[in-house]
């Protein structure tokens, strides 16, 4: 099989330790923005889209879920963005209107020094009223008609995904990554592998398993993941098939706050 490139109405922007899309070719002046990054990145974000559509303005936002560094430049894009329209999943309402908090990260998983510092990490929700609702429940994404939701809890309760038929792509989020979150060596260096969710922050396991195997199954050939590189062809094939199967072993944790023992 050749290599797949990226298709090339997909620009994905790292923030740090997590990546964020912008969707839409650069002739057409019209694009959707994936997750907002860690805080911090506003300014970075509008720049970057101002450079490649002519316009720093998105036709809408779409989040993934709303861990925060996923959703932690928001609040500031949205003071920039006033009329711009905020979608995410229905269960992951709760969390972006101020009406509940996610559970604690666990820093027992993992090994390492990701996982250890994850009580550091925010796991409130935030509040953003009536800028935020929820996707439509037919599975349609409103400013992308090329793509359809594929709802993937297990890392939080309204996970999503998106997929295009047409080159089989994937945008994962944080369903599954492309690196060993965990480690801050293996984050530094992007080092390449096909992982689960990131240990301390998934509360549901058998749920995370499902929607990998979900994914698996549609037979992507592109996938996009909230860590890590771009992965396309042979390698993202057998290494996400590899881990649909022996999801067990090879994503869930032997011990953790929120691993079911056996």
Same mark, same amino acid.
């Given at each position: 099989m050749q290599p797949r490139s990226i298709p090339s109405d997909i620009h994905y922007m790292r923030a740090m330790i997590v990546n964020l899309l912008m969707i @839409?070719?650069? $002739? &057409? @002046? &019209?694009? =959707?923005?994936i997750d907002t990054g860690i805080p911090g990145f506003a300014d970075r974000i509008a720049h970057a889209a101002k450079q490649r559509f002519g316009t720093e303005k998105p036709s809408s936002i779409i989040? =993934? %879920? @709303? %861990?925060?560094? %996923?959703? @932690? $430049?928001l609040k500031a894009l949205l003071t920039r963005w006033e009329d711009v329209p905020v979608y995410a999943h229905r269960l992951e309402l709760p969390f972006l209107q101020g009406d509940a908090d996610y559970l604690p990260a666990d820093p027992t998983v993992g090994g390492g020094l990701m996982a250890e510092l994850a009580p550091l990490y925010p796991h409130k929700g935030i509040d953003l009223g009536g800028r935020v609702e929820a996707l439509p429940e037919d599975g349609s994404v409103p400013t992308l008609p090329e793509w359809t939701v594929i709802e993937t809890p297990g890392h939080t309760d309204g996970h999503i995904a998106l997929f295009r038929e047409r080159d089989r792509t994937i945008i994962a989020g944080d369903a599954f990554i492309t690196v060993k979150q965990e480690s801050a060596l293996a984050v530094l260096l992007q080092q390449e592998e096909i992982h689960g969710p990131p240990t301390y922050f998934t509360p549901n396991w058998d749920a995370a398993g499902d929607s990998v195997r979900r994914l698996a199954a549609l037979l992507p050939e592109v996938a996009i993941t909230g860590h890590g590189k771009p992965v396309t062809g042979q390698a993202l094939i057998e290494g996400l098939d590899q881990l649909a199967q022996h999801f067990e072993e090879k994503a869930i944790p032997e011990h953790g706050r929120y691993v079911v023992q056996s």
């Open positions: @839409g070719e650069a $002739s &057409q @002046g &019209q694009w =959707t923005l989040l =993934t %879920h @709303g %861990h925060f560094d %996923h959703v @932690g $430049s």
